[in-house]
T-cell receptor, first 110, second 116 residues
Framework: QKEVEQDPGPLSVPEGAIVSLNCTYSNSAFQYFMWYRQYSRKGPELLMYTYSSGNKEDGRFTAQVDKSSKYISLFIRDSQPSDSATYLCAMTDSNYQLIWGAGTKLIIKP | GAVVSQHPSWVICKSGTSVKIECRSLDFQATTMFWYRQFPKQSLMLMATSNEGSKATYEQGVEKDKFLINHASLTLSTLTVTSAHPEDSSFYIC????????????FGPGTRLTVT
């Protein structure tokens, strides 16, 4: 079993919809929870990170962490075709190394 | 801020030759740099971690004599793929970590290596 589980998708939604991306993890020692966006043939771009359980909002993006359930989510409101990309969750272990999910490919249909 | 560049963005080389990839932090000092490899439709695989002025620490299964990493300054790390073979063809991505926090890594745009 992988330490971080993420559905690879693809997830296809119409423009304007609310998108929900999720990851589960098994290691309760993970400290920081990150969401990266990766366009095809590009490096990952850090979108948001959280440390504690709860919600963190940045524009159209909301990151949610539930440490008791070992579950994290990224919500995208008013999704745009430009949001089409692969979204990777990652978590830091005790050495601050990033442990990655598989990435979910998101497609926003105009 | 926190911009990382890589050069070249795409390189084609012949089997048996060596190729060097540069990673630079443009607006911050990177005490630690990381090198990743990514195959199509897969997540990132950490190859090695390098601290400025120190030898790189390689992940299990990564050949240190094949993938030479040099982190000679706080803004530059290089990855040299020696005696490249077609199976080394991949997307190589570097990231850098500076004073922003141990949890924050900023990634370069990646280098696509094709070995013919």
């Amino acid at each position: 079993q992988k330490e971080v589980e993420q559905d690879p998708g693809p997830l296809s939604v119409p423009e304007g919809a609310i998108v929900s991306l999720n990851c589960t993890y098994s290691n309760s020692a993970f400290q920081y929870f990150m969401w990266y966006r990766q366009y095809s043939r590009k490096g990952p771009e850090l979108l948001m990170y959280t440390y504690s359980s709860g919600n963190k909002e940045d524009g159209r993006f909301t990151a949610q962490v539930d440490k008791s359930s070992k579950y994290i989510s990224l919500f995208i409101r008013d999704s745009q075709p430009s949001d089409s990309a692969t979204y990777l969750c990652a978590m830091t272990d005790s050495n601050y190394q990033l442990i990655w999910g598989a990435g979910t490919k998101l497609i926003i249909k105009p | 801020g926190a911009v990382v560049s890589q050069h070249p963005s795409w390189v084609i080389c012949k089997s048996g030759t060596s190729v060097k990839i540069e990673c630079r932090s443009l607006d911050f000092q990177a005490t630690t740099m990381f090198w990743y490899r990514q195959f199509p439709k897969q997540s990132l695989m950490l190859m090695a971690t390098s601290n400025e002025g120190s030898k790189a620490t390689y992940e299990q299964g990564v050949e240190k004599d094949k993938f030479l990493i040099n982190h000679a300054s706080l803004t530059l790390s290089t990855l040299t793929v020696t005696s490249a073979h077609p199976e080394d063809s991949s997307f190589y991505i570097c990231s850098a970590r500076g004073g922003q926090g141990l949890h924050e890594q900023y990634f370069g745009p990646g280098t696509r290596l094709t070995v013919t």
